[in-house]
């Protein structure tokens, strides 16, 4: 089915009553999924890897054909939303409402590289950033704490980079180190069944061009089998804006 064809569809469907809980109907479930794989720039197959589908279901919800819960919860997920993004009841916005949201959501997007954080230089670049942000969709709060301590070892390493540290004829031995003691972290989590992306995003602010944020992803493997193979992840730029009166100092 062409875009035009869905879009008609979707346009045409009757009015949800307000302040009712609603599935979101297929056909607009349909779209946005069209639409998040190709600002991915992924194939179908692609998709249905990340998602652990197959390609039929994915040609099928595109096509805004039903399918089951399960199998549009693991494409949210390879999204990176959370499980029920595309089957949950939700009351339902104005459709003009609803079209804004979704430009104004989309139109923020940035795709930021990742990869595996498994290497001295993915760690010396995340420190370098003057930010983190940490993306962890589905990690329940028992990981809290390993992830609060990797946030610790970034947070020291930024100061080991930064120009405040002393230098010394151990310098460049002393950070290795700290590089092996951050990935011992990652290391950790990923033992614990989790999956660490990591990655840097220009972000400029009013009065510091050069900012940039680091993002880590960290996803369950059993939710997310997929995570692992990912490349890139889509991030809404606003998340990393500082506010007004700290970004003009």
């Not at 960290?218 to 997310?224: G, N």
């Amino acid at each position: 089915m062409a875009t035009k064809d869905l879009l008609d569809r979707l346009t045409n469907l009757p009015e949800r009553e307000a302040n009712t809980p609603t599935v979101p109907p297929i056909e607009l479930v349909a779209f946005v999924v069209r639409w998040n794989r190709g600002l991915r720039q992924w194939k179908a197959t692609t998709l249905a890897e990340f998602a652990r589908v197959s390609v039929s279901t994915v040609e099928r919800v595109e096509r805004g054909e039903r399918v089951s819960g399960d199998a549009l919860d693991r494409i949210a997920q390879a999204f990176g939303y959370d499980p029920g993004y595309f089957t949950a009841p939700r009351v339902p916005l104005p459709r003009e409402e609803a079209a804004a949201s979704m430009v104004e959501q989309f139109s923020n997007l940035e795709i930021v590289p990742v990869a595996a954080m498994k290497t001295h230089r993915a760690v010396r670049e995340a420190a370098r950033c003057h930010a983190y942000l940490i993306h962890r969709p589905g990690v329940p709060a028992v990981y809290d704490a390993e992830i609060e301590a990797l946030q610790e070892w970034l947070d020291f390493g930024a100061f080991i980079l930064s120009d405040i540290a002393d230098r010394g004829p151990a310098e460049e031995s002393g950070r290795r180190d700290l590089y092996d003691r951050i990935l011992g972290s990652v290391a950790e989590l990923e033992r614990r069944g989790l999956t660490v992306l990591s990655g840097v995003m220009a972000a400029p602010q009013d009065g510091i061009p050069d900012w940039k944020v680091a993002v880590i992803s960290i996803t369950p493997k059993t939710a997310d089998p997929g995570a692992v193979k990912r490349r890139h992840l889509m991030v809404d730029r606003r998340v990393a804006a500082l506010p007004k009166r700290a970004a003009a100092k």
